[in-house]
Nanobody, 125 residues
Framework: QVQLVESGGGLVQAGGSLRLSCAAS????????MGWFRQAPGKEREFVAS???????GYAEFVKGRFTIARDNAKNMVYLQMNSLKPEDTAIYYC???????????????????WGQGTQVTVSW
């Protein structure tokens, strides 16, 4: 059974930083893309960042230059370093992984099969 568990969320002031972590278990994740998504209150869930198993990355325009995704295949971990946080970054952040191995990073939610429970990030003025 594939499990994804996010951690690292919390309350931070605008301009601050947080580092989210996602611990994966239940299979070997080396050959699978990993992604981060977020959902703000009253809004649709949206793509934030993704990383392929060969460490190529893709980002949503609104986080480019501020967020960095990384992974440690040996530990089955994926991270999201978030800097220069803004109040509009407030959301529940989800980690996800697809059901099939792909060599590229993935933007579409439809590509992802397994999801974590999410971690709350709140950015205040």
């Amino acid at each position: 059974q594939v499990q994804l568990v996010e951690s690292g969320g919390g309350l931070v002031q605008a301009g601050g930083s947080l580092r989210l972590s996602c611990a994966a278990s239940g299979r070997t994740f080396t050959n699978y893309a990993m992604g981060w998504f977020r959902q703000a209150p009253g809004k649709e869930r949206e793509f934030v960042a993704s990383i392929s198993w060969v460490h190529t990355t893709g980002y949503a325009e609104f986080v480019k230059g501020r967020f960095t995704i990384a992974r440690d295949n040996a530990k089955n971990m994926v991270y999201l370093q978030m800097n220069s946080l803004k109040p509009e970054d407030t959301a529940i952040y989800y980690c996800a992984t697809p059901g099939q191995s792909r060599s590229t990073w993935l933007r579409s939610q439809d590509e992802y099969k397994y999801w974590g429970q999410g971690t709350q990030v709140t950015v205040s003025w």
